[in-house]
């Protein structure tokens, strides 16, 4: 089975941020996103944990989005953006899919 | 007023609540799932939200409620620029911090209108059904004035996105839906669901404050860096200054004493879910930690341990 | 009629779904946490099926009680066909995705069954407690004939398991379980969890149906570009005509109007749980937004605020 | 006794967990999600403790209560060392699998206790409030015991930072908080609270109790390969032997017939919550398959089923 | 510490698939797999969310399987073959293990 | 965007060790962690799920660690001998990320 080589973005950012940034994924040039659950983690704030909490602060989610390398430095610029000011974590890393042409 | 105090103190949820906090302190995990968590939150806005509407249901709208309601705007709108102008005194704060936690002192915590409302109840003093319709009120507009005060000069059409996210939150349209489901269907959809809205409700409250005592003191060991000695303070002292304030106003609009508890009690109190996930997108340079350990973790706990029955003493003291 | 359609669109339940539907439009999330609606879903099927179970306790096996299953087994096997028939005339889909929306609409909804009973409980309308039983029974056919219709020639083995699969959902073995236990622990074990599945049913029942407008209003959001109008018409339609040969079929085998009334919301009803994962597994090249957002956007929402008292009102009227 | 273990087995709460069990066992997915397993199981031990310290309310501490904690302590220190050597008569284990598996068995399963204590209220059987302090009390000492039956010679320190974890475990410090608060509180906070706690209590036990038969199938499927004929037996004996040495301690002690029902039941119950996670960090060679099987796949349906029963008839039997 | 290349298979698959994949990892050179929760995400069917949902249609999980290059093609190639009808992601990914025996 | 190597260590642990890990990762030249949730799994002892759980035995949780290679072997050590004798798996992966410095 032949693989072809795409590059994964993962944010973790914050969770009252998550429709601002579903708002800059639906504009990007992708063919969608995934957001995984995050259940707590330590950063230069500190300790947290999503166990016990009522409102969105406080808690992260994770977006994932699979593209091509040609829109990689697009799409970057555009969620870097969106969490520059805030408390979030961008890293990309190499991925092989099965079918290119999905994504 | 001890012996009211006492009595608080001893009450089932305020212990609960004390077991929580000191448990996590102590090192055990109390906290509820989040999912559960959240779901008694809704669970607590919907019962106080339908209870409200029911008892406004006969009453139709008054003088009086309308009264009530430009109190409870008036505090929302003040608070804020009073805690502003606190903290700039007592703590060397950067603007939008102080900014962001007046936003929170601003607004209104509804764990703590429930508990002033079973306090009162179990208590057998009255107040209006429509004092729910006031806490939703009170819960938005001090996140517009606090972003003022921080001096944002954010491209409108975020702000304006913001204020839909805020009056849109959960929270504020559960409450307000309930409210006016309650309203509607008055004492017939009470009998109809009152053994879910009415009568676990202590006891649901219980073991939600066993959550919240657990959250306080968690938000309490990890923040606690971030405050110093002046923001402690004021996480004391700001409650009782809006207090007082509603108080006054309550004096001046002529508020029976159980309507003015209660609206002391929402002056006091500081929010914890709308506007800290507000505060996250609307001053991102805030520190978190200040506003969610100072509302979450200081004044929760005073007002709930000592604010309410304070707040109630000093309406029946002054008022007639 | 006028007047029950009112009393039911003026009922807690009916109004919190409104509100779900509403706010959900309006851009809140009042959606509850995934376990938590998972939860709640199973508390409604264990407490019907219980109370079914309970009711049959006291009556053994009627000649009746066959009858009306002999009806549900009928039904739940022609309707597929029906509405396979009607999807070719009205709208443009592939066979699979008819055949798919087909199997959804032979299949029924339980929380739709769980709201006409406590519309007619509240209107003092009796029906008997086998009716449950008939509303396990007609979860399932409707698939197998729906995989006819579809002309699927998967292997056989995958077949079977499928049928394993859905035979052994969790919603269908806790309502049949449930109703077991109701029949053998009668009014004695009633007793003693009433508290529990009886007094807080219908409050649990307003705060599913908040988190059930919500997911509605979301389905249609997200799913009305696969839709069209002739199958908006079907969505609206089909749930009429089920209804109808439900009325008939009471009719002829000579069926009391409370067990009609829900024989009827049981055909009108579509599956929004078992069935669509079936689908998933069965005929995946079947669009499920198609399926979804026709069951739980238009024909839930059409049923629970004016069908149910439709069919009631048709039921008393035909049937003596 | 065959009658009362007859009424056992058709009570709500035997049923449901046969439900889950059986319907696990024929593949559906009975559980409920983890958050909610995980609330129900603080909402039983809350309950369960606020109502023990009520009961102990107006008593006071009393010499037989101290008799009592006294008997569960030597059993909980006892059982550990009878277990472990029982195992090593029976079965081919690691002395480390041994060690794990022993403190299971000295340390008391909540939700057994739970279902005795329910057992009893039915037929009218009293018994002390304060045996909720007793099992509370039997949870730890177990584990201490099987580490040295372990001959762990692990650094002191974090031995008793485990020790730590498990006194501070979150279902130890409910139980014991929320006793703590029955006996603060008393009458008058169980009058408040009682519609939360006591009147669903048994059909909330229903509803876990058929997540716990899905969960004990689901580990005999997976962990009866672990398992082998002398374990499996083991897993039936030792709780009769664990609940006759507790009646004769009760018999020593001059414990009413109720009294001793519940500790027979605590020494033959196993640990499900507190000691499986000790177990992982203090005993991580130790096979946890093995433990969660036996505890939770073997022992505790036996106890459920027909241990309940058997302990009351016989302490009926034997005491006064 | 000496690390070791293993191949990372994710697949983002539909919940209602979640048995028959749990039939086929069973069957495949694997020394098992981790499942991790997806809370939402978007698609080329629009976007979806957990959120309030009580059936499995409509949901989504990840299979997570470390496993060794040798096994890759036939262990991907079996898999491809269960999701190739349904709604799925699939990416491999290049991963260091410390214990290479294990996999 | 210029983007600069890391590495990323992934700890899927049981849950009863998470207290242990973190006390770990909180003396760990890193700059913090994040924490997702797993639902079930099977491994050499068998299949198991979170579902339906009230106890933490039996479940797992992961640890995402993204820090400088420089650390990655120190940090590895420290971390492998925590997990030595439970159940648990470590890899690790190349990301590369934004801002360098916050690692
Ligand atoms: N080195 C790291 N590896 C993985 N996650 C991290 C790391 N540093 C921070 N995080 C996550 O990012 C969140 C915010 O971190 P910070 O921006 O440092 O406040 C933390 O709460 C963690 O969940
Ligand atoms: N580019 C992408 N990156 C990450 N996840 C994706 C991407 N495209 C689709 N998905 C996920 O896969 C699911 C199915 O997508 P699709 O097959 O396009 O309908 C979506 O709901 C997303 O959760
Ligand atoms: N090859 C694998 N790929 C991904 N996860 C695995 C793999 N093997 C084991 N696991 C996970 O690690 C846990 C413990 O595995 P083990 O150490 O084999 O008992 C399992 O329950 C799985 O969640
Ligand atoms: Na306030
Ligand atoms: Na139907
Ligand atoms: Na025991």
């Not at chain 2, 429509?130 to 059409?157: D, K």
Request: net charge neutral; glycine share 10%; aromatic share 8%.
């Amino acid at each position: 089975m032949k693989t072809h080589p795409k590059k994964e973005i993962r944010i973790i950012c914050e969770l009252p941020l998550a429709g601002r940034m579903r708002a800059h994924l639906d504009r990007a040039p992708i063919s969608g996103y995934t957001l995984l659950p995050v259940i707590g983690g330590k950063g230069s704030e500190g300790a947290w944990s999503r166990e016990g909490l009522v409102g969105d602060a406080g808690q992260m989610v994770i977006f994932l989005i699979i593209l091509d390398e040609a829109e990689l430095q697009a799409v970057l610029a555009d969620l870097y953006a969106v969490i520059t000011n805030q408390i979030g974590i961008i890293t990309i890393a190499d991925v092989e899919v099965v079918r290119p042409d999905r994504f | 007023m001890l012996q009211l105090a006492a009595a608080n103190l001893l009450s089932p949820p305020v212990l609960f609540f004390v077991l929580g906090f000191a448990g996590s302190l102590a090192g055990s995990k109390l906290t509820l799932p989040e999912a559960v968590a959240k779901t008694l939150s809704l669970y607590l806005m919907l019962s106080i939200g339908f209870k409200g509407g029911v008892a406004v249901a006969g009453h139709g709208l008054t003088g009086e409620m309308f009264a009530a309601i430009g109190a409870g705007v008036v505090l929302s709108a003040l608070l804020p620029v009073a805690a502003f102008a606190l903290l700039g005194l007592m703590s060397p704060l950067s603007r939008v911090d102080r900014a962001a936690v007046a936003a929170h002192y601003g607004s209104i915590s509804i764990v703590t209108f429930v508990a002033a409302s079973e306090t009162l109840r179990s208590l057998g003093v009255d107040f209006d059904g429509y004092m729910v319709a006031i806490a939703a009120i009170m819960e938005t507009p001090a996140i517009l004035v606090a972003l003022y005060l921080a001096g944002s000069n954010r491209p409108r059409q975020e702000g304006e996105s913001l204020f839909g996210e805020v009056l849109l939150n959960s929270s504020v349209v559960v409450l307000t839906g309930a409210f006016v489901i309650g309203a509607i269907t008055g004492e017939k959809g009470m009998a109809e669901i009152s053994p879910f809205i009415v009568d676990p409700f202590k006891g649901i409250l219980c073991l939600f404050l066993l959550d919240m005592g657990a959250v306080a003191a968690r938000g309490i060991a990890n923040g606690s860096r971030f405050l110093n000695p002046g923001l402690i303070v004021f996480g004391a002292v700001m409650p009782a200054l809006s207090a007082s304030a509603a108080l006054a106003i309550a004096w001046l609009t002529g508020m029976p004493a159980g309507n003015a508890a209660i609206l002391m009690t929402l002056a006091a109190s500081a929010s914890y879910i709308a506007v800290p996930a507000a505060m996250r997108l609307a001053l991102p340079e805030a520190n978190p930690a200040i506003y969610l350990t100072l509302s979450l973790g200081i004044t929760f706990p005073i007002n709930l341990v000592i604010g309410i029955p304070a707040y109630l003493a000093l309406a029946r003291w002054i008022l007639p």
